[in-house]
């Protein structure tokens, strides 16, 4: 099936696979390639600083490194998401260029994506890798690896979890869909799985069927009322040991 206008097969899943494509409003957020570039001190003008922010503020982090690991998170999961659900619903994939996607670093959770023009490319490990990996992940955690002093082993970690989280939801929802989709969590899964062995990823954890397993922690325990996540490399939060989690 070839990618629509409106990548309208991605609306059943959720809210982290929606991907709006109805080009750029009169008045854009920034792209993500400028989001990526900025170095200001201006935090209005920065988006990646005021999206660290405005996390910090939303979940009460006790340091910005806290925040810097879940706003990348969250933003790996959503482009994985829209990755791995156009590769299994479409059999390709829409040009995720950072330049094309815009992004509201001041939006809520899941984050605030549209992408100026659809552009298929192929659905084959490699191209996904090099969309998100190479064109998305790779400057974002130079960034906040820079500015917030957070372990790259780390933030690594996140896009490995995130990954591996965007392939278990759409096995959920293939569960579920039947007919068409019944298969789409199998291709998920086998994808993702090969995603996992690209350099950047592939340190990052073991996946064991749609179990994955990280060797990092994304510091979400130190939020207060938090905890440690599902895939975390602890088995329960090291309130005693509070530099465990740097890599």
């Known amino acids: 099936m070839d990618l629509d206008p409106d990548l309208a097969a991605l609306r059943p899943l959720g809210g982290f696979f929606v991907l709006r494509t109805a080009g750029a409003p ?19 003008a920065d988006s990646i600083t005021f999206r660290v922010r405005t996390v910090a503020d939303r979940i009460h982090a006790p340091e910005l490194r806290v925040s810097a690991s879940i706003a990348q998170q969250a933003l790996a999961a959503r482009l994985w998401s829209v ?10 994939v829409p040009d995720l260029d950072p ?13 605030d994506l549209s992408l100026a023009e659809v552009r298929p490319r192929p659905a084959d490990a490699a191209t996904v890798a090099d969309l998100v990996v190479q064109g998305h992940l790779e400057p974002l955690t130079a960034a906040l690896h820079a500015r917030y002093g957070v372990a790259e082993g780390l933030l690594w970690g996140n896009a490995g979890s995130a990954l591996a989280g965007a392939a278990r ?33 592939a340190p990052t ?37 509070p530099n465990a989690t740097s890599g």
Do not use: K
């Open 26 to 44: 009169a008045d854009p957020p920034p792209t993500l390639a400028q989001a990526y570039a900025h170095r200001g001190e201006d935090v209005y």
């Open 83 to 92: 990755a791995l659900g156009c590769a299994v619903l479409y059999g390709s």
């Open 99 to 111: 330049r094309l996607l815009h992004w509201d670093p001041a939006a809520s959770a899941p984050d």
């Open 169 to 201: 939801e759409l096995g959920r929802w293939a569960r579920g869909a039947g007919g068409a989709g019944a298969d789409a969590g199998a291709r998920a899964h086998v994808l993702a799985a090969e995603l996992l062995t690209h350099p950047r990823l």
């Open 205 to 241: 954890g073991t996946l064991t069927g749609s179990a994955f397993r990280r060797r990092s922690c994304c510091l979400y325990y130190r939020v207060p009322g938090g905890g440690i996540c599902g895939d975390c490399c602890f088995t329960r939060a090291p309130w005693s040991s």
